[in-house]
């Protein structure tokens, strides 16, 4: 019989991801996003979770686990119902570390799994988004090319988590060289006093407040060849990207959740007209569709990570999901806003919060994704 039930592990994982998120991230993300920052010592408490260090091999400090982007799926969701932006801050190095883990070289692995599998949170990141509204990652116009035994990396990269404080970056460019959108895609480790590279401060988002982000001015910046990501042969990138998407679609489903959680017994207590308002069928039937839609998404995103970790072509499943989640996400999160009337838009609330998250979150890619 088929069963689609979490394994004893993954259970255990997503319990202990949602006592953290109950414990630590629901109560403080409020003044965080107002103050737009992050809480002290936040990170070095989720990253005594283990959740990253878990999925890196034994032989370079890790534990040993095998690498799961299902289970990663699971604890995001999880993580994401407590803050969204806590969750994206705790968890962006986790795409850094994993593509060397998936794709990496020894020598690679040798170099910077280590710097994951120390007591205290380490800071890298995914460096993909490019300005722009009609950004798309197949199309960048972060270009590399191949100078000798070195990479010439030139271009501008957005929103980029945690760059006011990485060690190194993962640089998704373009190679001029090569042929076809699944071919000329590389990704390049750099070093954050790179020659070449600046870090500037991103300006104020509508949602995601709490998470920094910065924006990288790459101008002529060098990488050594052993730097490539898979170095001669390169690595598989478009995995990343679904990788990213499956995480982003994730986050998307715990902010839903939180949503729904929240509203659920504020229409069964509020009354309007002598009876409560989720007894009204428009308000009833609102909340029914969010609870259809919430576990849709879920079950794309399990899909899609579930392609991922067997090694098959993930990116059609990546896509639905993504694009899945950042409409139906929005739509919940302003549906939890009808719900609560005039007192959605109010800060004692945490429903308009969630819904700048939601709006937010459903533009990263821009407008043209593939």
């Excluded at 280590?114 to 972060?142: M, R, V, W, Y």
């Excluded at 910065?214 to 060849?225: N, T």
């Amino acid at each position: 019989m088929i069963s689609f039930k979490p394994t004893e592990e993954q259970e255990l994982i997503r319990t202990t991801a949602r006592e953290f998120a109950a414990a630590a991230m629901r109560d403080s993300a409020r003044d965080a996003d107002e103050q737009a920052a992050l809480p002290e010592g936040f990170l070095d408490a989720s990253w005594a979770l283990g959740l990253t260090v878990a999925q890196i091999p034994e032989e370079n400090g890790g534990a040993g686990m095998p690498r799961s982007p299902l289970l990663g799926a699971m604890a995001l969701e999880e993580l994401a119902y407590g803050d969204p932006a806590l969750a994206m801050a705790a968890m962006a190095p986790a795409l850094f570390a994993f593509a060397i883990v998936d794709h990496g070289t020894e020598d690679q692995k040798d170099r910077f799994l280590p710097l994951f599998c120390e007591e205290k949170f380490h800071p890298a990141s995914l460096a993909l988004i490019e300005p722009g509204p009609l950004f798309d990652p197949l199309q960048l116009k972060t270009t590399a090319t191949l100078s000798g035994n070195e990479w010439i990396l030139t271009g501008k990269k957005s929103f980029v988590p945690l760059a006011d404080s990485a060690s190194h970056f993962l640089v998704i460019a373009r190679n001029g060289d090569a042929e076809g959108a699944d071919k000329n895609l590389e990704a390049f480790i750099v070093e954050r006093d790179a020659a070449g590279l600046t870090i500037s401060e991103s300006g104020k988002s509508l949602g995601l407040r709490a998470l920094p982000t910065a924006s990288l001015d790459l101008d002529q910046v060098r990488v050594a060849a052993a730097d490539r990501l898979g170095g001669d042969e390169g690595g598989d990138i478009r995995s990343i990207l679904d990788a990213a998407r499956v995480g982003t679609a994730a986050v998307q489903v715990g902010l839903s959740r939180a949503v729904l959680e929240y509203a659920t017994p504020y229409a069964t207590e509020r009354v309007a007209f002598g009876e409560a308002i989720g007894r009204k069928q428009a308000v009833a039937f609102m909340l029914s569709d969010m609870a259809i839609e919430i576990d849709s998404m879920r079950w794309l995103v399990w899909k899609a990570a579930s392609e991922l970790e067997k090694g098959v072509e993930a990116t059609r499943s990546a896509h639905l999901a993504s694009r899945y989640a950042a409409e139906q996400s929005m739509k919940i999160a302003d549906n939890g806003l009808q719900v609560f009337g005039g007192h959605g838009f109010i800060r004692e609330y945490p429903v308009e919060m969630w819904y700048r998250h939601a709006r937010t979150l459903g533009v990263l890619e821009g407008a043209a994704t593939v």
